[in-house]
């Protein structure tokens, strides 16, 4: 079996995710595309820039508009759960409760009327035939 350098980290160390070189890659493509976009707005005209700043604005406004909306939809779905777990889940709980109860009567019930003079008899029946066997001793075959 090939070891692994970072199988021995110290305490409290973990070891880094595979997927993890993605996104340091992606993060630097970002960073490198933002430094880009801004040297392009440094040396270009004033209304190329305006135009630039213009349109970073609607962008900043439609994706505020989508995250609007996607909170609403979050806190409807969370109503929705919250209602969910109220009217259903807590009487599933109940009924759950309840049969756990029948069963632990029926299995106490069971034990006591069956089982119990079963295992009672059947000592009885072993501590008489070890006596019989004592009284009587078999005889051996040559």
Do not use: C, W
Not at 41 to 62: A, D, P, R, W, Y
């Amino acid at each position: 079996m090939k070891e692994n350098n970072l199988d021995h980290l110290p305490e409290g160390k973990t070891k880094p995710k595979k997927g993890s070189g993605i996104f340091i890659l992606l993060g630097i493509l970002t960073l490198a595309a933002v430094a880009a976009i801004v040297y392009l707005m440094v040396i270009s005209s004033v209304e190329t820039s305006e135009l630039v700043k213009n349109i970073s604005i609607v962008l900043l406004v439609f994706s505020s508009v989508i995250g609007t909306v996607s909170l609403v939809i979050l806190i409807v779905q969370l109503a929705k759960l919250t209602n969910l777990v109220k009217n259903e889940a807590k009487p599933i709980m109940t009924t759950t409760r309840e049969t756990v109860n029948h069963v632990k009567g029926t299995a106490s019930f069971i034990s006591d009327k069956m089982v119990t003079p079963v295992i009672s008899t059947n000592a009885k029946i072993a501590g008489i035939n070890r006596i019989v066997s004592i009284l009587i001793p078999k005889k051996k075959k040559k």
